[in-house]
């Protein structure tokens, strides 16, 4: 190359440089206004407890929509199923949209969902995405502990408010704008180990998923265990992705330690995988746990019979008494769900929608974040009729009050609700 | 000098094999042992495939593993409408058609490339079947049922052994026998070795090595399927890519550990990592290690095979 | 947008070797007039482009431009080394972890993180330089991939230093916090790998390390220690891998196990091989494609409709998409065009450094995934 053409060039990039510079400040501030809540939002929401009013971001509300962004699953390592997720995610905001066309000021909710591939990493990504480029109003984490929490950290930050089922609390006690719209494993675990209990069992195995965000669930289960009288035999973390081998050494532990009721808080893939290990070693013992993906239908379809004596507290019941809670939701599905059968991972997001459509309403015409989440927080309880009642006073950020305990039955593959709505202490 | 080196490799397998059932039974993990020789021998059988490939043709085919989650997959989906039995033939022979299809499509055009590129163009392979099936079936688990249903009929060591295990380790024990006959006694087997040694003297005796090619990539496929349909059930059930996930890492190991080319090798080596992966899992001493303590140690396994030994425990040295 | 980047500056001069016996040749005005207008329109796209855009599409475009940074880094150890490895998504993923504990457990800066993410990346692909003078070709290949799958259960598993499966946050550096910021230094820490790949591959090191690959008989009588070249190769192959894993770490602001699987090893090297081995543009453009394919697929609604047009095909996720395209776009480069996009675009860089246009220079000769050392 001549050295009169390197000078040429180089004397152009100077200048594209010098010009992209110039715009630089000038572009990415207004880069910063179409960021819903990106300065603003953080500055106002992180506060604890009180969400400023003045900063009423509305971004994801319209008069005529309001945008909710989902994330859950549905490649990686834990996945659950697509289509069923596609088509449950707004079931109950068609049937609304349907039914009462001036509901929530007259507008239409859509729901935006993307797969955070049971990365958390990716589970940032896909909110950023959903609240900056799909404009979601909230955020709901549909399942995965940790997924939930690193995008609730992410919704913290700026300002958006998040919902999902209650899972860990270490880490989201400190997100200023998360709500657990049913209880956490921590408060669960009293009503695990007193059922435990009450069934007459004594000799207890604990296997828990190795991430720190079921630590506190595992430390809360082992206490109330220990209150209960009840005797540990064997307490083990298994790999969060485990292998067929790990499984088999986690089954043998639990049959040489003779656990006659297994405390499990892992991926379903891994409760699967030691279930599946311990019926072929013809150890039969009896599994229960926090559950929101451990008690959907699909695993026992997988599972049976492995799984035949699984026993899970959920936030929602199951398909056999959804009827005589909520008779709109079968109903619903036919009209909606594009020709299949209802399922409990609708029911479940049925039920969170609910509940925040609650929410939404008693906030009144000036839906924006902060208006949101005063709301909720200003001690009112709502109660969806699906999940139990939740109640959120000022600053808390777990409002669960009770769970529905689910039931295996492998001849029809499908969870019963063995009890409803069973109260948390306290 | 040959056969004293062939009998230097049995004797140093004889003697870790014996070393490490003594360990085992002395730390008391004896249902490692168990564990170990069930959860191997579906590594072997893997393993088997890829030695028949690499054999032949000297490639190491990553897409082994594949075979088999297709051949499960089809298994799956058979089942539903025919009986098992069909959907076992059925689902093999969609295995070989995708062995044939891959070296129409991929290893033929390939012929003269380097082996390594040969190895990449597998590695995509294998990719391209994994995302294909999580794009035509989503990425759910599902549950795939057994050729025998019994799982209490024996137990060994306190670890109940289920008949679809015996018949995955009956299988690979006479398949690796069978194979090991075909390639060093019969006329086909020998000219099959003898075509990615001297392609030109196996042309010249009127043997087209291309036909060879084809015949042996389908066969490989058919024991891919069948490591597939056997092993998979017993874990319950498969995930897209299940085998190429869970089981290539130490099927490759198994196949080094048998020095590549050794079929009784590959059973050998397969069953010596699965208790090594067992022993792992669950033997304290190995607690401290954070994650899954088994990938780390077959890991390990192959480092020390491939430098202090890379001729393998029964291959031939040099 | 970020694709074009590597035609910039250095990069131009991307596989070119001794230029001998070619008549000099000088464009005319006109001719230079065209080509300025050429990399005017390139430079708009890089630098100007992205201003006009979304900071969460800025957030894309910064990934494209690091996938270029590692794609130049598995360049190396496949393009000048011969030695291919398939579990380099665990070089990248330690440099990223690497950073992410400097930054948010031990409150350092993010410029300590990653040079922190730098030096583990080297030592620790020196280590493994060491295992493949012993263990070279398939082999390697297979000790890399078993060594991806360590990384993925073991190491990344250390939850004192790496969060365990919840992962660890990266925040962006001061100075930095806006993504418009972000990709302009992701662009200038491109820029100086170019360089760095670009002076190492003109010392007589670098073009002994090439013919080493071509055959290391004629190596040894450039009278270099061909032991030490390819440890020193491997150093800067796994330092720009930390690099880029540093700069994905904060440009996701958050790392975690799971990230780093099989398939992201195996579309690192589908990604170098498409680009182009040994050319610095088509790796960086091939790079850059792979971490866009999902937003242009959600860019570009029609692209999205050709592939849902596949009778009986249901809706293809952008997230699947890559694995679908790459392992198809990779057999057919393997199949067709060896060279990958670098051998496409040759006779372009080659005009536009000032050449004549010439279809037929695509440098064949140059371009195969070479196993001499196998």
Known sequence: MSQRARVAILLLVVALVGAACGQKTGVAGTGGEVVAGGGGGGGGGTASGQHEPDDNDTSGVSDSEIVIGVHAPVTGASPLPQRTFDIGKDIYWQLLAANEPDALGGRRVRVVFRDDEFNPNRAVEVCREMVESEGAFILVGGGGADQITACAEYAAENGVPYFSAGVNEAGLEEASTYFALSLTYAQQAPLIAQRIKDEGFEKVGVAVADTPSFQDGHDAFVDAAEEAGLDIVADDTINKTASEAEALAEVQKLKDADAEVVFILTSPLVYLGIAGGARNQNYDPVFIGPGITSGLNQVLTFGCPGVAKGRFFSPFPELDVIDELDPDYVAAYEQFGQGEPADDIGLALWGLNKTIRLMFEATGDELGRAALMNTIEGGEVFDSGVFAPVEFSDGERFGGTAAHLLKADCDTKLYSTEEQFVQAEG | MDRLRERQGQVITAAVITLLVLVLLATGEKESLVIGVITGSAYGFLALGLVLIYKSSGVFNFAQGEFGTVAVYTLYLLHFDVPYGFALLGALGVAVLMGVVVERLVVRPLFDAPRVTLLVATAGVALLSIAVQIWFGEATARPVGRALPTLDRFTVLGVQISDQRLLLLGALAILAGLLAWFFNKTNLGLAILGSSQEPTATELMGISVKRLSTIVWALAALLGGLAGVLAVPETGGFAPGVLTVAFLIPAFTAAVLGGMTSLPGAFLGGVIVGVVEAVATSAPIFEDIPGSPGTLLVFVVLLIVLVARPQGLLGKAG | ?374
């Open chain 3, 1 to 374: 947008m970020a694709v074009e980047t590597a035609s910039r500056g250095p990069a131009a001069e991307t596989g070119e070797t001794v230029e001998g016996g070619e008549p000099s040749f000088r464009p005319s005005p006109i001719g230079w007039l065209a080509r300025g207008i050429v990399w005017a329109a390139i430079a708009w796209l890089v630098l100007i482009f992205p201003l006009g855009r979304e900071a969460f599409e800025l957030q894309r475009y910064s990934e494209a431009v690091i996938f270029g940074i590692i794609g130049l880094s598995l360049n190396v150890l496949l393009g000048y080394v011969g030695q291919i490895s398939l579990g380099h998504q665990a070089f990248v993923g330690i440099g990223a972890f690497t950073s992410a504990y400097i930054v948010t457990e031990q409150n350092l800066s993010f410029w300590v993180g990653v040079a922190a993410a730098v030096a583990v990346g080297g030592l620790q692909a020196l280590v493994l330089g060491g295992v493949s003078l012993r263990i070279t070709g398939l082999y390697f290949a297979l000790v890399t991939l078993a060594y991806g799958l360590v990384a993925e259960k073991n190491i990344f598993q250390i939850q004192e230093l790496t969060g365990g499966g919840l992962g660890q946050p990266a925040p962006k550096p001061k100075g930095f916090e806006s993504d418009f910021r972000y990709y302009y230094l992701c662009l200038v820490f491109l820029a100086i790998v170019l360089w760095v790949d670009w002076r190492m591959m003109r010392t007589k090191s670098g073009r002994a390390l090439l013919a080493l690959r071509e055959n290391p008989r004629v190596a040894s009588t450039f009278g270099v220690n061909v032991r030490l070249l390819t440890l020193f190769a491997f150093v800067v192959s796994g330092a720009f891998a930390g690099l880029g894993g540093a700069l994905l770490a904060h440009n996701d602001t958050r790392v975690s196990p799971e990230t780093w699987s099989f398939n992201l090893a195996l579309i690192f090297v589908i990604m170098t091989v498409v680009g182009g081995l040994r050319s610095r543009a088509g790796v960086v453009i091939g790079s850059a494609f792979f971490a866009l394919i999902g937003y242009l697929l959600d860019k570009f609604t029609i692209l999205q409709d050709g592939l849902n047009a596949i009778p009986g095909a249901p809706d293809l996720s952008p997230e699947i998409a890559r694995l679908v395209i790459g392992p198809v776009l990779l057999l057919l480069t393997l199949t067709l065009t060896p060279g990958g996009i670098g051998q496409q675009i040759r006779p372009i860089v080659r005009w536009l450094t000032g050449h004549r246009f010439d279809l037929k220079d695509r440098g064949l000769k140059e371009v195969q995934i070479s196993d001499v050392r196998a």
